[in-house]
C-alpha cells in the first residue's frame, strides 16, 4: 500500500486543534464509540477492543497516541475503522478520532514536507503537510502508526513493567 | 494433454492416501510376512502408483515403484521370500516414496543422491532374486523380458499427405516386425459418401498399441521417412508387456470394431481395473486363513466410498460462520428475555434449538478418530525397537475417539515423543528382560477415551518404570527440593515436567523415562490440557495426556471486575468464596487466609487498574493448576457461559494474562484469562521475590 492516495482521495478529521486526513484505500468504515473493553496490560495508547459485527476491533485511543492531551469522549467522536499492514498481515484497527469531517480531494503536488519542529507532539506519522484554503491538513502514513516495534515491543515492555512491580 | 493443477491436486491427495496404507500394509507384513493378503494389497497398491504417476508425469517415481512392483511380483508368486532386507528397503522407500511426491524431478541433491541408493539397494535384490529364478525357472527367461514395454502411438495423417503420394503401409508393417502390434483405425472424422467431395480431404488417424522392446527414439525413427507428413504423438503405457491382460485384449479388439480410434487414458484406466479384478481373482480361490482381514479391508472400502472430500479451508469457513451464528443467537435471546410476545419466543426458542444442533453437527465434521495417527506409532515403535534389538508391541484401544483435526495435528508431536520415550528408555532389552521375569516382548498400550469434554490419551508401558528415589535425590542435587524436605510421589514425579530436570545424558541412568517431558507438557497445556505420568520402579510407566474435544469452545465462569467481563476457563476452576471485610494490605504479599490456608491472590483490578467503587463483598475464584493455587480476586460472579472463543489478534499477541475472547449476548466483549500463564507468572514472580530476600 502505497502512503499517498492513488485516487487524491483523503477522509479529513478532526483532533484536538489539528486536521488531519487519511487515504480513502485505507478506510473501511467509520462506527459509533460503543462499548470498549480494556485489556490488560498493554500500552496507554491502545483503548482496547470492541465488537464490531461479531468480529474484535482493536481501538487505539489517538490522542494519547499522537502526546495529546485525553479528553472524555463527545458527541462527535467516533472510530475511524482502517486496514493497515502489521508484519505483513493486513489486519482492521479502529482510531478514535474526535470528529469525522469529510472526503477531500488533495493533489500530490498540494502536499509539503512535513516540518521539523514548530509542532509540540510527535510528528513520525505524517507524510507531509498539504494547504487547503485557508488550512493546513496532516497527512497521516497509517501504516507507520502501527509498524512493528511501535505496537508490538511496547506490549512487551508494559508486561515487564507487570512483572517488576 | 495438459493436465489441470487440481487434477494434479487430485492424484496427490491419492497417492499420499495410497502411500499410507502401503505403510500400514506393511506394517501387518512385519509382523507376518506370510500374509498373502497383505503381499496382494502391496502389490496391487504399488501398481496402481506406478500407472497413475506415469500417467501424471512423475517418471521416477513410476520408475521406483516399478522396481517394487517387480519385487513383490516374485514374493507373490512365491518365487522370493519376503525377509527382512526387503521389509526394511521397504520401509525406507515408502519415505522416500513421499519425497519423490514432494520433489518429482528430484531437484534437491539429497533426494538426487537418496533416490539413486534407493535404486540401486532395490536393484540389489531384484538381482539376488533373478539368480535363484534363472536356476529354477530358466524356461520362463524369455517371456520375463522385464525390458519388454507397452507403447501407445497416435499416428495422425496431415491433409497433404495423399497429394504427396507416399504410402504409409510400409512404416507400419516395419513398425510390425519390431514386436507385437495392434491397430485401431480412428475413420469418425473421415466424411460420409454423401458429403464426400475431396478425397485428400480425408483424416484418418491411427491407435497403435505396440508391445516392444526398444526406447521411444527408435519407435521415432521407423518414421524417420514420413516425419513430415504425420502426426506422431507417443506415450509409454507400461514398462511390461500388458497385454497377457485377457481384458485389454477384448477392449482392443472391442476398438477395432467400432474404428473410432482409442484413448491412452481409457486403455491404462482398464488396465487398472482389471488388473485387480486378476487379482482379486486369485484373492477369491485362495481361501487364506486371514479372511478376517479381508473382511475388514471390505468394510473399509465401503467407509471410504461413502466420505467426500472437503477443502479444509471451506471447513474453517463453515466452522467460523456458526460460531458467528451462535453469538447472533445469545443476541437474539437477550432482547427475547425482554420481549413478551409468545409467538416471538417460541420462533426463538426454535432458533436456539437449531442453532445447537447445527452447531454440534459442524463441529463433529470437523473432528478426525486418534486412528489416522496409528500407523504413525506403529512405524515409529517398530523402527526404534528394531534398532535397539528391543522386542515390542504396540496395542491399541479407543482410537475411534475423536478430536479436532487441528488438535490431532498438535498432538502429534508430544505423542510421538512419548512413545519414543517409552521404547527408548521404558522397555528393556530381551535378555534384561528375560532374567527379570517378563515376557520377551515387551508391550506398549495406548487407550484413549473421552472424559467428560475432554479426551484422555494413556499410554503405559511394562517397561523398567522410574525409580522416584534417584529421581528425589537428583532433584535435591538440582536444587528443586531441600535434602530435608517431605515430598509426596506425586510430587517427584512432577519433577520430570520441570524444564531443566532432565536431559539425554543424565537420564537414562537416572530414570529410565522422562526425557524432554517438560516438552509434551508445555505443548499439552497450549491446548488447554495437560500431562500427568504414574510410575512403578521396574513395573512401568503410564503417561496421561488430556487434552479437550475442541479448541472452539470453551467452559468457562463469567465474572466482572471494575464493570469488565471475564471468563476463566472451567477446567482450572477449584472453588469459589465470598470475603467479607476485605481490606487491602499493600505492605504485604496479596495473601487471604482461606479455610485455615494461606491463599496468594491476583486482584484483577491491578490488571485493569483501576481500584474505584469496590463492591463491600468481593468474590474470590480460587483456580488451581498442577501443584499450585492461586485465587483470583474479582467483583461478582455472574454464571457458568459457554464461551466461543476468538483470538484478540497480531496486535495482542504478547499480552500474556489473555488468552483470547468471546462475544456476549449484549454485543459486549469478555476476555478469557490466561490461567496457565497468570499462574506460572506469578510462581516465578514469588520465585524472583524469595530470591531477594535470600
Known amino acids: ?165 | 494433454m495438459k493436465l489441470q493443477n487440481d487434477q494434479i491436486n487430485l492424484f496427490l491427495d491419492e497417492a499420499s492416501e495410497l502411500i499410507e496404507s502401503m505403510e500400514k500394509t506393511l506394517l501387518i507384513l512385519d509382523e507376518n510376512p506370510k500374509n498373502k493378503t497383505a503381499i496382494h494389497d502391496f502389490f496391487r497398491g504399488m501398481h496402481t502408483l506406478k500407472g497413475s504417476s506415469s500417467m501424471f508425469g512423475y517418471p521416477h517415481l513410476s520408475d521406483f515403484a516399478h522396481h517394487f512392483e517387480s519385487i513383490y511380483d516374485l514374493i507373490r508368486n512365491d518365487e522370493l521370500d519376503l525377509n527382512k532386507t526387503i521389509l526394511t528397503a521397504s520401509f525406507s522407500s515408502i519415505d522416500h516414496f513421499r519425497i519423490l511426491l514432494s520433489d518429482a524431478a528430484l531437484q534437491d541433491i539429497h533426494h538426487q543422491k537418496e533416490h539413486e541408493a534407493r535404486v540401486k539397494e532395490l536393484n540389489s535384490i531384484l538381482k539376488v532374486s533373478s539368480v535363484i529364478e534363472k536356476k529354477e525357472t530358466s524356461l520362463f527367461d524369455e517371456d520375463d523380458e522385464p525390458t519388454e514395454s507397452t507403447w501407445h502411438l497416435n499416428l495422425i495423417l496431415k491433409q497433404d499427405f495423399y497429394s504427396k503420394e507416399i504410402d504409409v503401409l510400409p512404416v507400419l508393417e516395419s513398425l510390425q516386425s519390431l514386436g507385437t502390434c495392434s491397430f485401431v483405425i480412428n475413420d469418425s472424422e473421415v466424411p460420409e459418401f454423401n458429403e464426400f467431395y475431396d478425397a485428400f480431404d480425408c483424416k484418418i488417424s491411427w491407435d497403435i498399441i505396440l508391445v516392444i522392446d526398444a526406447t521411444e527414439t527408435t519407435i521415432r525413427e521407423q518414421f524417420i521417412f514420413v516425419d513430415e507428413e504425420i502426426e506422431l504423438e507417443i506415450i509409454k503405457l507400461s514398462s511390461r508387456n500388458v497385454l497377457d491382460n485377457s481384458y485389454l485384449v477384448n477392449f482392443i479388439e472391442a476398438k477395432k470394431e467400432a474404428s473410432k480410434g482409442l484413448q491412452p487414458f481409457e486403455f491404462i484406466q482398464l488396465h487398472e481395473e482389471t488388473k485387480n479384478k486378476k487379482a482379486e481373482d486369485i484373492h477369491a480361490l485362495e481361501t487364506e486363513p486371514d479372511s478376517e482381514e479381508d473382511d475388514h479391508s471390505a468394510s473399509k472400502n465401503v467407509e471410504t466410498m461413502s466420505s467426500i472430500r472437503v477443502h479444509v479451508q471451506k471447513l474453517d469457513t463453515l466452522l467460523s460462520l456458526v460460531s458467528e451464528l451462535v453469538t447472533a443467537q445469545a443476541r437474539l435471546n437477550v432482547f427475547i428475555d425482554t420481549s413478551s410476545n409468545n409467538d416471538l419466543q417460541e420462533v426463538a426458542e426454535d432458533i436456539e434449538k437449531i442453532t445447537r444442533r447445527l452447531r454440534e453437527n459442524a463441529f463433529s465434521i470437523s473432528m478426525v478418530p486418534l486412528s489416522t495417527m496409528e500407523t504413525r506409532f506403529q512405524r515409529l515403535v517398530r523402527d526404534i525397537s528394531s534398532n535397539q534389538h528391543k522386542k515390542v508391541q504396540l496395542i491399541s484401544s479407543g482410537l475411534d475417539t475423536e478430536l479436532e483435526k487441528s488438535l490431532i495435528e498438535r498432538l502429534t508431536p508430544p505423542l510421538l515423543h512419548v512413545f519414543r520415550n517409552a521404547v527408548d528408555h521404558g522397555i528393556e532389552t530381551p535378555e534384561i528382560r528375560k532374567a527379570k521375569g517378563k515376557p520377551e516382548v515387551g508391550t506398549i498400550l495406548i487407550n484413549a477415551l473421552y472424559s467428560g469434554a475432554h479426551v484422555m490419551v494413556e499410554i503405559s508401558d511394562d517397561g523398567n518404570g522410574i525409580d522416584l528415589e534417584k529421581v528425589k535425590q537428583k532433584a535435591i542435587s538440582k536444587g528443586f527440593f531441600k535434602a530435608d524436605a517431605a515430598v509426596s510421589e506425586n510430587e517427584i514425579l512432577d519433577i520430570l515436567f520441570k524444564p531443566g530436570f532432565s536431559t539425554s545424558e543424565t537420564i537414562t541412568d537416572v530414570s529410565g523415562r522422562g526425557v524432554g517431558m517438560d516438552v509434551v507438557r508445555t505443548a499439552l497445556n497450549q491446548m488447554r490440557g495437560d500431562a500427568t505420568i504414574e510410575s512403578k520402579a521396574g513395573e512401568g510407566t503410564k503417561i496421561s495426556l488430556r487434552l479437550p474435544l475442541t479448541l472452539s469452545i470453551l467452559d468457562g465462569l463469567l465474572v466482572s471486575s471494575a464493570n469488565q467481563k471475564f471468563i476463566i476457563p472451567l477446567q482450572f476452576l477449584d472453588k469459589c468464596y465470598e470475603i467479607p471485610n476485605f481490606t487491602r494490605n499493600n505492605a504485604k504479599d496479596d495473601i487471604l487466609i482461606i479455610e485455615g490456608e494461606q491463599i496468594p491472590y491476583i486482584d484483577l483490578r491491578d490488571l485493569l487498574e483501576d481500584s474505584t467503587n469496590r463492591p463491600i463483598i468481593p468474590s474470590l475464584v480460587m483456580i488451581r493448576f498442577q501443584q499450585t493455587k492461586v485465587g483470583i480476586l474479582i467483583d461478582h460472579i455472574i454464571g457458568e457461559h459457554q464461551a466461543v472463543v476468538k483470538s484478540l489478534g497480531t496486535l495482542f499477541r504478547k499480552v500474556q494474562s489473555i488468552s483470547g475472547a468471546t462475544i456476549l449476548g449484549d454485543g459486549e466483549i469478555a476476555l478469557i484469562l490466561d490461567v496457565n500463564k497468570i499462574i506460572t507468572e506469578y510462581v516465578t514472580l514469588t520465585n524472583l521475590k524469595k530470591e531477594v530476600l535470600i
Open chain 1, 1 to 165: 500500500m502505497s502512503a499517498l492516495s492513488s485516487s487524491n482521495s483523503y477522509l479529513t478529521c478532526k483532533l484536538d486543534k489539528e486536521l488531519f486526513a487519511i487515504p480513502v484505500e485505507q478506510v473501511i468504515e467509520i462506527i459509533e464509540v460503543s462499548v470498549i473493553t480494556k485489556i490488560p496490560q498493554t500500552p496507554v495508547f491502545i483503548r482496547g477492543v470492541t465488537n464490531l459485527r461479531g468480529n474484535i476491533l482493536p481501538v487505539i485511543e489517538t490522542r494519547t497516541k499522537f502526546a495529546m492531551d485525553k479528553i472524555k469522549d463527545t458527541i462527535d467522536t467516533c472510530i475511524v475503522v482502517l486496514s493497515v499492514v502489521v508484519e505483513n498481515d493486513e489486519i482492521q484497527v479502529g482510531i478514535v478520532v474526535d470528529q469525522v469531517l469529510e472526503v477531500a480531494n488533495i493533489e500530490p503536488n498540494q502536499i509539503k514536507p512535513k516540518p521539523n519542529i514548530g509542532r509540540k507532539y510527535s510528528n513520525d506519522y505524517i507524510i507531509g503537510i498539504a494547504q487547503v484554503g485557508e488550512e493546513f491538513i496532516l497527512v497521516l502514513d497509517v501504516n507507520r502508526v502501527f509498524s512493528n516495534d511501535e505496537i508490538i515491543n511496547l506490549a512487551e515492555l508494559s508486561t515487564e513493567e507487570l512483572t517488576v512491580s
